[in-house]
């Protein structure tokens, strides 16, 4: 008498029950599911922690130079950082920015590993005091594969106060200004220095993801900044 081979159990997993469309279905599903709470999570704490990274409140709202070149509801960023340095201390080394002069201050690895090659300077350079309103600094070098570069044009400056800048190509300066960085410098009664950047730009929400990236370097350069300005004087 022969034994009956055993029968196998049914399969009875989900993915057997389930058609593959609805598998995939419920996974893009659960996938949006996780984007929109982590969207949601960074503009509700996120974003105001980086739109006003070491800014008081009233720093973050009140009018700086520059502001007026993106008029009307812009997207706007304040952050800042105390120097113990006088404010026409710290000036000079606004002055000098540029890849290709003194660097940005922030953080060289980075920007070296895109292939800029910048070398951020430890000392106030007189040769690089020159600059005017109408004049470029530059974001990349001149012979980086992007050409013509971006960076940012002088629009304004008040000595020992602001550097007012304009985002925008090698090329010209734009008609209307499509997002201004204005570098300010409020002295304090203990000697310090503020120093405040503000950033307006055009865009909503889906803009304020991007300021991600310039939240990164402009942290980076505000503590460049202070880092190199208190180490060259001393203090």
């Known amino acids: ?5 055993p029968t196998a159990a049914p399969d009875r997993s989900p993915s057997a029950a389930t058609p593959r469309g609805v598998v995939w279905v419920r996974r893009l599903f659960y996938a949006a599911v996780v984007l929109v709470v982590l969207f949601a999570g960074y503009l509700l704490l996120g974003w105001p922690w980086f739109s006003r990274w070491g800014a008081s409140a009233e720093e973050a709202r009140k009018p700086l130079p520059g502001d007026e070149l993106v008029a009307g509801t812009a997207l706007q960023t304040t952050r800042a950082i105390t120097i113990r340095a006088s404010a026409a201390e710290i000036y000079p080394w606004l002055r000098q ?3 290709d002069r003194a660097g940005l201050y922030s953080y060289e690895w980075i920007e070296n590993l895109i292939g800029l090659r910048v ?3 430890d000392r106030v350079h007189p040769e690089w005091q020159d600059t005017q309103p109408g004049d470029f600094i530059r974001y990349t070098p001149r012979d980086y594969r992007l050409n013509p570069g971006p960076g940012m044009w002088v629009v304004a400056m008040e000595p020992d106060r602001a550097l007012v800048t304009c985002n925008g190509l090698e ?3 734009p008609a209307t200004c499509p997002a201004s960085i204005s570098y300010v410098l409020e002295e304090q009664g203990d000697g310090t220095t503020r120093v405040l950047i503000r950033g307006r730009s055009a865009g909503g929400t889906l803009a304020k993801v991007w300021q991600a990236i310039p939240f990164i370097m402009e942290r980076g350069q505000l503590l460049g900044l202070r880092r190199t300005v208190e180490t060259s004087l001393g203090r």
């Open 1 to 5: 008498m022969t034994t009956p081979l």
């Open 97 to 99: 920015m540029g890849v």
């Open 119 to 121: 070398k951020n300077a």
């Open 171 to 173: 090329t010209e300066m």
